[in-house]
């Protein structure tokens, strides 16, 4: 019997102009999740993640405390989505057609710690 998972995410923003915006539940689920983890310190440059077989979602999760600017790119080459520095994101993934990605880092990260989680 295979894995399977649910991730969801709920929030609320609040004191806007039009009062609180309440956000999801957004829920991704997998039939068959891979509950995967890589661990990186990212270099200077292109650092390629390889995605595991099957897995439908990525949680990339930055040292809360790096300031080196990072550029998620599908390939070493395009110009890519500047990301948060510190923190994470959430990408839903095809699983067939994903077999990788790019963190590109202004600098080297040095002594933080990037986490994949793959499901």
Do not use: R, W, Y
Not at 6 to 27: F, N, Q, R
Not at 40 to 67: C, E, K, M, Q
Not at 93 to 110: E, G, N, P, R, Y
Request: charge should be negative.
């Amino acid at each position: 019997m295979a894995a399977s998972s649910t991730v969801s995410i709920t929030g609320t923003v609040t004191d806007l102009p039009t009062g609180d915006k309440a956000i999801g539940p957004i829920t991704c689920t997998s039939a068959a999740a891979v509950a995967s983890e890589t661990q990186l310190v990212l270099a200077s440059g292109a650092n390629t993640i390889t995605v595991p077989a099957a897995a439908t979602l990525a949680i990339i999760v930055f040292d809360a405390t790096s300031n080196v600017n990072k550029t998620l790119k599908g390939v070493t080459g395009d110009t890519g989505i500047l990301v948060a520095k510190a923190g994470c994101f959430m990408l839903q993934l095809d699983a067939a057609a994903v077999a990788s990605f790019v963190i590109t880092a202004a600098s080297a990260d040095t002594a933080k710690t990037t986490t994949v989680i793959f499901i």
